[in-house]
């Protein structure tokens, strides 16, 4: 039989994996649908990993982490999201805002057009 303290170190892992798919299928602007869709999980389970009702096996962590684009480690770290802020900081991240400010709204529009033509791409593989 499992120690309380076993159950509660499960509990707090599973939200912190919930919450991180959570925050990563919305930072995509995903769906549950559509993340069900490319990872071939049900948006039932989806919603219950998410909310940290159902633990996640390492099949299932693969499949999401790929469809994230990131390691399957990125799921278990708490404050994912301010980790992820912290790429602002980023180098790229800087050169690429000081571009953006310099662009007329013409070309603003086309960049945007563009980035959106990629988000398609990226989704349908």
């Known amino acids: ?5 076993t ?3 499960k509990i707090r892992i599973d939200k912190i994996i919930g919450d991180n798919i959570q925050y990563g299928r919305m930072a995509r602007d995903l ?3 559509e993340l069900a869709e490319i990872t071939d999980l049900t ?5 219950m990993i998410e909310r940290g009702e159902r633990g996640a096996t390492p099949v299932t962590l693969e499949k999401i982490s790929r469809a ?13 999201a301010l980790s992820q802020h912290e ?6 991240y800087k050169k690429a805002s000081s571009f953006i400010t310099k ?6 529009e086309f960049l945007l057009y563009v980035i959106k033509g990629l988000e398609r791409r990226r989704k349908a593989y």
């Open 31 to 33: 769906t549950r649908d």
């Open 1 to 5: 039989m499992k120690s309380k303290k």
């Open 103 to 108: 662009l007329s709204e013409k070309d603003l």
């Open 87 to 92: 790429k602002s900081n980023n180098t790229y």
């Open 68 to 80: 994230f684009n990131i390691s399957i480690d990125s799921l278990f770290r708490e404050n994912l």
């Open 7 to 9: 159950r509660m170190a």
């Open 43 to 47: 948006v039932p389970h989806i919603g």
